[in-house]
């Protein structure tokens, strides 16, 4: 024999046993039915793209992360490392395919060469829900009424969807005579919950001063209902306008939809990247905020325009499955199935093996998932097997119960047989136990 | 602006449009309920792995094919090119943690560089599944019958899983005196239903001279019966042994189940690859068999031996997807939604967006699949968006229908409004348009 070759992955890429395979599986199920409820269709794209594709919007930063590399025929390609990319890439090849509004979701791998240091996955599954072709207030309540869904299909107790606009932002910005330092002042500000508000407040200063500084900490001041604040923004930024507009017709769609005390209005979330132009969000689970938010996401103008003259105006949000498998995990409200198997038939015979399956195949045929065991082993093996994937009975047939016809039905946490005279019978009492 | 980049994909990857994506999400879910109805339960490994781990026993045809790079950390790594190497290499890494038999399934995507121009795809999702740790009858039947299973989920009217077994035709090659051509026996027979008889006794005749090619005909006949064609082939091949033995076993277990129209005895099913020891199968859809097989696999006596000591026998199959897809649409079994919506809410009168949202949230309550129109736009053009997203109902609220608080369901299909008092009203009569 030759020698063996260690067995390992690379470092930030991960095996998902089964335990963690179906945890993910029921998460993603629950998500996807949330997202179908709603409206939105499944797409796909290909993990791998040309390099000049996926990185004509890309900063230094992604560049240094992403897997790119020659293929065999030459070409610079590389492996997407996010979903929003190749959404713009296909909205701009296939709209005149689709029918706009176009509401999507995408759930797929992506990879990035982060730094595993920070704890960081290098292959990771992104969740993307978007609306592209329509700028309404009615699109951007869409996707956080998706979310709210969502967080309640999961079993989340209590969820704060934390919205807030660019727009008003800036206005504010303009009149308080530092709308040149926007991107700056926006940086800062989206870093508040974690510097806390003196280091908010002294990077401001230094940025625009004292005065400005103390305007930018009012204005972001939070905790009132979302009408004060709103109120209170609008004043501040100079008065109504289209921006503020669009908030409170929003928060008139969440209190129409019982969401009032889920959706909230944050002045300090603004969201790191320059992309977004209108409505920003994250969403934080009140038992544990201090995770951080596992679904963020915001109003674009424009997704496609270095593939396409076309406008498409958008709205989107990312769900963090690994943070919010975590999360959920930690407030107890993750479910782990142990396996999909109602029933192991118990393999005790090795003359019986066409009864065993004869056995599977009717239990199955009345809906009730059943396995048989493939080989003769100690029953008590067997049943240990059997817990493993989360079975709660056993059934059984030895050379005596098959001379009179009859089945024994264990139930095995109380570990007590009870004999049935056909495979119906059986079938009635498994599918009684679950009522 | 800047110049515009031209969106594309790459050649032999494609984009899934949601009618196709939608299609596609159907079949897995189907499958996977089948899989998970014999207490199959899933895992997922990486995308990216060490070259050395995927190509440790590749031949040079699979290294010619595979994506292959150095990472930014000069690791010589490469895309997975096909799902059974990835499942090795884990059971290697994790049989310590996992209950033994383990039946797992696996559905994700692919990579190969293959020649485009033979209409095959560089990206393409594999489907496999697999009972490791157990070498008996009923692991190998267990196969059979998932197969069986999903051809029936998925409204296949006939479908015929062709089996046989390696060793029986192994043993028959050694009583003719040609055990060392046995590959290139193999290979040959393999090859009969594409290259018809003629050739297959030319071929052999080549191979082992003229007499032992009429033996290997004689040998690979079928049409007759499981039974008949196993007691042929066991005297041919010198008599009763452990080889043919299993095939009773499995017959018996068909038989017991209802599936003995299905699964049958066909002698000239070899399988190509080296790598199969036992049991050998493929699948055909009776009303479309020149497609060829849609699903195929055998058994192997050592999975991971190159990264383990461990022998680790089992059996599985690989469900082609795309052929799959192709042979469903063929015979008209295809499930293509066109959406999941059901409802459409109408947007008429700007000043009335939280009411439709108010009524988009009821209906989701109430369980019925709903979204809002997002913006204002003539009624007609709505009408046309809910049926290419297959709402059957449109529900309309103007503001006349407002202020005397009621709502007009539309039929879309027949294009009637019927006028309901209430959201519940509303509820009510859509859950009954399904009864």
């Known amino acids: 024999m030759a020698d063996i070759i260690q067995p390992r992955v690379l470092k930030g890429f991960r095996d998902f046993l089964p335990q963690a395979e179906m945890e993910r599986a029921t998460l993603i199920e629950a998500l996807t039915a949330t997202f179908r409820s709603f409206g939105f269709v499944p797409i796909d794209t290909p993990a791998l793209e040309y390099a000049e594709i996926l990185l004509g919007k890309a900063g230094g930063e992604t560049e240094k992360q992403v897997y790119r590399f020659n293929d065999k025929g030459g070409r610079d390609v590389a492996l997407r490392f996010d979903l929003t990319v190749p959404l713009a890439r296909f909205m701009a090849e296939h709209v005149g395919e689709l029918y706009l509004p176009f509401k999507r979701y995408h759930l797929a791998k992506v990879w990035r060469g982060e730094n595993t240091q920070r704890g960081r996955y290098r292959e990771f599954m992104q969740c993307d829900f978007d609306i592209v072709g329509a700028d309404t207030a009615s699109a951007d309540f869409d996707i956080l009424a998706t979310i709210a869904a969502a967080m309640k299909a999961l079993g989340v107790p209590s969820a704060s969807i934390n919205v807030n606009h660019r727009g008003v932002f800036n206005r504010f910005l303009a009149k308080a005579g530092i709308a040149d330092k926007s991107v700056e002042a926006l940086r800062i500000v989206d870093k508040l919950s974690k510097i806390g508000a003196d280091e908010t407040r002294r990077q401001l200063a230094e940025l625009a001063g004292e005065n400005a500084a103390d305007e930018v900490l009012e204005f972001i001041r939070g905790g009132e209902s979302f009408a ?164 709660r009975f056993a059934l059984l047939q030895g050379l005596e119960e098959k001379a009179r016809g009859v089945w024994l039905l264990r139930n095995l946490a109380e570990r007590t047989n009870i004999e049935y005279s056909s495979l119906p019978a059986v079938i009635v009492a498994v599918l009684e136990s679950d009522q």
């Open 228 to 391: 004060a604040t709103l109120e209170r923004m609008t004043t501040i930024a100079g008065g109504p306008n289209p921006d503020s507009d669009r908030l409170g017709e929003i928060f008139a769609m969440a209190d129409a939809c019982g969401l009032a005390s889920s959706i909230k209005l944050s002045p300090s979330i603004t969201r790191g990247l320059d992309y977004y132009t209108g409505v920003v969000f994250e969403t934080f689970i009140d038992e544990i905020p201090e995770i951080g938010s596992v679904c963020s996401g915001g109003r674009y103008n424009d997704l496609a325009s270095l593939y396409t003259k076309q406008r498409l105006p958008g709205v989107g949000a990312s769900v963090g499955l690994d943070r919010l498998l975590a999360a959920l995990e930690a407030i107890g409200k993750a479910t782990k199935p142990a396996g999909y198997t109602r029933v192991l038939v118990v393999n005790t015979e090795a003359t019986l093996g066409a009864e065993y399956q004869g056995a599977g195949a009717a239990l199955r045929a009345a809906g009730l998932a059943c396995e048989v065991f493939p080989e003769t082993k100690k029953t008590g093996q067997q049943y240990a097997y059997a817990e493993q994937k989360g079975a």
